[in-house]
């Protein structure tokens, strides 16, 4: 699932190559990541991008005022393609394609755009027609951006103090800290050497600290390594910077502890032991509920 640094890279990577190029057509082939219908998708055609810009985990085109806003979920992903003249219909049903955006031709002839894709069964990705991206309910919802300079040590404190949930949720909550998923909040959590089951409310004044500059620094670095990559190599670069997200089994290279696995809410966690839970393996109470 694509998470801040990967966004926060598509947003740079479209500003440089679609900024400036008018829209030809958007073409809308899964019916149901089309989530607005007034404005219609057609009225994005013959308008130009003029920027892009990223809200938490979502993509915003501003076209000419009218935005396009698109998130990928859980299995989406944008495909940059440099000519899509020659591309043919899509049935629905038949291809991991969602949504086609068709750029005008350039002076060489090439009419470049790109694709949302969406791999499994279930459909999450969603796109938004909005005069107005601050009315799309999972922006408006959207907690505070962990790069954004009001995002201080004093602002998470705010945010943690008197929070009886796991530090786990609460750093993947879009509504309390925006950008954070799956992935990165087990990056942090390492990075702070800190249990994914800690209570908010109960980490110290010292915590609270090391916590946000395990924030600041893991998102940062992956922006980095993501900067100027092209969308297409997003996925290996994002899987190869992970230190403990879906590395159960292998050695922690912090400490060379096997790295384990525990539920949490609808999927898994990946955490050290040593470095972060005093040596000792989480109990995974999905499986503990059930053999009561
Ligand atoms: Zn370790």
Redesign the pocket.
């Known amino acids: 699932m694509p998470e801040l640094p990967e966004v926060e890279s598509l947003t740079h990577f479209l500003r440089e190559r679609a900024v400036g190029r008018t829209v030809l057509g958007v073409d809308v082939v899964a019916i149901q990541a089309l989530k607005t219908f007034d404005p219609p998708v057609t009225a994005l055609g013959g308008l130009t991008i003029t920027a892009v810009a990223r809200h938490g985990k979502f993509l915003d085109l501003d076209c000419d005022g009218l935005h396009l806003v698109i998130h990928l979920a859980r299995a989406g992903w944008l495909r940059w393609r440099d000519d899509l003249s020659g591309a043919k219909p899509v049935r629905p049903g038949k291809s991991p394609l969602a949504v086609r955006v068709r750029l005008a031709p350039d002076e060489e002839g090439l009419a470049p755009g790109f694709e949302l894709t969406e791999a499994g069964t279930q459909k999450r990705l969603a796109v938004y027609v909005t005069k107005n991206p601050d009315e799309v309910p999972g922006i408006a919802a959207l907690g505070p951006d962990p790069l954004d300079e009001s995002f201080t040590v004093e602002a998470l404190k705010r945010i943690v103090g008197g929070n009886r949930i796991q530090i786990k949720g609460l750093l993947r909550d879009q509504k309390i800290v925006a950008g954070i998923g799956n992935a990165y909040s087990d990056e942090v959590l ?1 990075a702070a050497k800190m249990s994914p089951f800690k209570i908010a409310a109960t980490l110290t004044d010292a915590q609270i600290a090391d916590l946000h500059e395990a924030i600041v620094t893991t998102l940062q670095e992956a922006v980095e390594r993501a900067h100027g990559l092209a969308a297409k190599d997003l996925k290996a670069e994002k899987k190869s910077g992970l230190r403990v997200h879906n590395r159960a089994g292998q050695p ?1 290279d ?4 096997t790295i384990r696995e525990v539920s949490f809410a609808d999927s898994s966690l990946q955490y ?1 032991p ?3 839970t005093g040596g000792k393996p989480l109990a995974d109470r999905r499986l503990s509920r059930l053999l009561k």
């Open positions: 390492h922690c912090v400490c060379g502890d050290c040593t470095c972060q």
